[in-house]
């Protein structure tokens, strides 16, 4: 799931610190996975730019109820990561 993040788009969730990757697993096909992660410019004595901690990554089945998630803003991830690597504030559409 980490590896597919450069090309994945991301929701933020609505504590707004957090972010929510979601894909559907393919065996078996009725489950999603969903990581919920954060995004933290790396200290300046770090050999990398950005730190990325996993929150918490589990499966739910799609459809159910009790798992909806409110998904109201939704940004690519390379966005994210520059904008958090230039301490630049993200900028939702209105919903």
Partial sequence: MVAAL???KVHQTPE???YLYATALIEPP???YRMFFTVR????EARHHLDLFVESAYAVEIGDPKARLKR?????FQVLALKTYRNEPLRFAPR
């Fill in 41 to 44: 410019r790396a200290p300046v």
């Fill in 30 to 32: 009725e489950l999603e």
């Fill in 6 to 8: 450069p090309t994945a």
């Fill in 72 to 76: 109201p803003n939704t940004v690519r």
């Fill in 16 to 18: 707004r610190r957090n």
